[in-house]
């Protein structure tokens, strides 16, 4: 079953974000946690760390599951993620790569790119970015 992304989900917006908020991780990691959990509900979990009343609750992890992989990110401090991908079969994680921020960004906008179904658009978000 392959669900659209729908209106919240603006690929240029991602985009120019990315390019922007790549020096600050935290930043890039709460603007993709609103903006994934909107877009793919049903692909997306996110959980929250901080104090159950606090005013501030930064993600504390974030997973994106896809036919064959599942991206996490995971904090591992104030402003410091740790970053996965695992190999998806049968429903059963096969294999994890810790990977870097950049490499872990490409390869879920690449995973991103086979449920949006627009493939232009996801090329030109790819091409800004980099």
Same mark, same amino acid.
């Given at each position: 079953?392959?669900?659209g992304l729908g209106p919240a989900f603006d690929v240029e917006l991602l985009a120019v974000t990315l390019r922007e908020?790549?020096?600050?991780?935290?930043s890039l990691v709460e603007f993709l946690a609103d903006h994934l959990v909107q877009s793919l509900p049903e692909r997306v979990t996110?959980?929250?760390?901080?104090f159950f009343f606090s005013s501030r609750r930064p993600v504390?992890? !974030?997973?994106? +599951?896809?036919?064959?992989?599942?991206? +996490?990110?995971?904090?591992k401090g104030e402003g410091s993620y740790e970053f996965e991908r695992a190999d998806i079969v049968g429903g059963i994680a096969i294999r994890?790569?810790? !990977?870097?921020?950049?490499?872990?960004?490409?390869?879920?906008?690449?995973?991103?790119?086979?449920v949006a179904g627009?493939?232009?658009?996801?090329?030109?978000? !790819?091409?800004?970015?980099?």
């Open positions: 079953m392959e669900e908020a790549h020096r600050e991780a935290s996110v959980t929250r760390g901080g504390g992890e !974030l997973k994106a +599951r896809f036919e064959e992989s599942e991206y +996490r990110l995971r904090r994890t790569h810790r !990977l870097g921020l950049e490499d872990w960004m490409k390869q879920l906008l690449a995973a991103l790119a086979s627009s493939q232009e658009q996801v090329a030109a978000m !790819l091409k800004k970015y980099r």
